[in-house]
């Protein structure tokens, strides 16, 4: 796929504003099936997410893009789950759930079915999950 048809449709259907970075954190509206969590807390938890991915939504290959550019198509298993000094985004070629690791010590997930499953995985979620703080 196409890195410029692959941020196109991430902003359509999730309202990733790219050239690089998605801030549903100070978005303007909610945006519907996304959540917000403390990286710290989240990545505890990001094998059981990758198992969840190949094993429930039967994806193996993400598409990767990360803060510098690169643009690739990744083995989940090669995947790194965490902010390393770049931000990251992560999808399925459908673009049915998104992950994005970022600076503000904040993952993000987008997909019904991908937060019903952390929310199977993780019972206190909840005490980790961050409120978007809607702008005016």
């Known amino acids: 796929m196409d890195k410029d048809i692959a941020l196109l449709t991430l902003n359509e259907k999730w309202s990733c504003d790219l050239s690089f970075g998605w801030v549903p954190i100070t978005s303007k509206e909610a945006i519907e099936n996304v959540e917000i969590y403390n990286s710290n807390y989240f990545q505890y938890y990001t094998e059981e997410i990758k198992e969840v991915i190949k094993i429930k939504l039967k994806v193996i290959q993400l598409l990767g893009i990360r803060e510098d550019g690169q643009f690739k198509e990744v083995n989940i298993d090669d995947c790194n789950f965490a902010y390393d000094g770049l931000e990251?985004?992560?999808?399925?070629?459908?673009?049915?759930?998104?992950?994005?690791?970022?600076?503000?010590?904040?993952?993000?997930?987008?997909?019904?079915?991908?937060?019903?499953?952390?929310h199977e995985i993780w019972p206190e979620y909840r005490e980790h999950f961050r409120v978007p703080l809607l702008s005016d």
């Not at 399925?92 to 499953?117: A, C, P, Q, W």
């Open 88 to 118: 990251y985004i992560y999808t399925d070629k459908n673009f049915e759930f998104v992950l994005y690791f970022s600076h503000e010590n904040s993952t993000t997930i987008g997909g019904r079915e991908m937060i019903s499953e952390i």
